[in-house]
């Protein structure tokens, strides 16, 4: 059964701290993706990564950035949190043109 | 700009009847969609999918609709189940090139039992 493990369902962090959200999955995807998801607004894309240490903007990058050292694992950095980044993060891996396989979700609150 | 537009923000239905869910995208060179279920607090599950090739396919009570010419897809639930309710998320992509899913804003959908 194919898998994408969001290291937290849940974080709270303090304005100005650094935070890393880690996703990790087993299927070889050569694609992972960052999204945050907002009402009213969907899913945007804050980043994504075709490749190992290859990594693309997405819509909305800013404050964020990110690392993929190994091919399944992709990690989404706040270089340092602000309340406007209080979101649900959504980390998705997919292979070639076929259906995105998505995280249960880390629900990021900054105050 | 939105490439992916899910006008109808929310969608009540009837235990038992059908649930049509629209999805319009701006970009021609969009060839794949895919129809993505959202419960709270959990990350969206894949549903169906459409290719460009294909105007119609179906999956057991789930049946997309694809009209190239007017860049409109839709989802058809039938028959709705309480448990259908969810968030669903329309995504558009291209098969050749860039491996981005662009989404919609999604349309929360309610089954009345």
């Known amino acids: 059964d194919v898998k994408v493990t969001q290291s937290s369902r849940y974080l709270v962090k303090r304005t100005g701290e650094k935070v890393f959200l880690e996703c990790v999955q087993d299927m070889d995807h050569e694609n992972m993706f960052w999204y945050r998801q907002d009402p009213g607004l969907g899913l945007r894309l804050i980043y994504f990564s075709y490749d190992v240490k290859m990594k693309e903007k997405g819509d909305i990058p800013e404050g964020y950035s990110v690392s993929r050292e190994k091919k399944e694992r992709f990690s989404l950095i706040l270089e340092s949190a602000s309340t406007n980044q209080t979101s649900m993060y959504l980390c998705a891996s997919r292979t070639g043109s076929t259906e995105a396989f998505f995280g249960q979700g880390t629900r990021l609150t900054v105050v | ?113």
């Open chain 2, 1 to 113: 700009d939105q490439q992916v537009k899910q006008n109808s923000p929310s969608l009540s239905v009837q235990e038992g009847r059908i649930s049509i869910l629209n999805c319009d995208y701006t970009n021609s060179m969009f060839d794949y969609f895919l129809w993505y279920k959202k419960y709270p607090a959990e990350g969206p599950t894949f549903l169906i999918s459409i290719s460009s090739i294909k105007d119609k396919n179906e999956d057991g009570r789930f049946t997309v609709f694809l009209n190239k010419s007017a860049k409109h897809l839709s989802l058809h639930i039938v028959p709705s189940q309480p448990g259908d309710s969810a968030v669903y998320f329309c995504a558009a992509s291209q098969q050749t090139g860039a491996n981005n899913l662009f989404f919609g804003t999604g349309t929360r959908l309610t089954v009345i039992p």
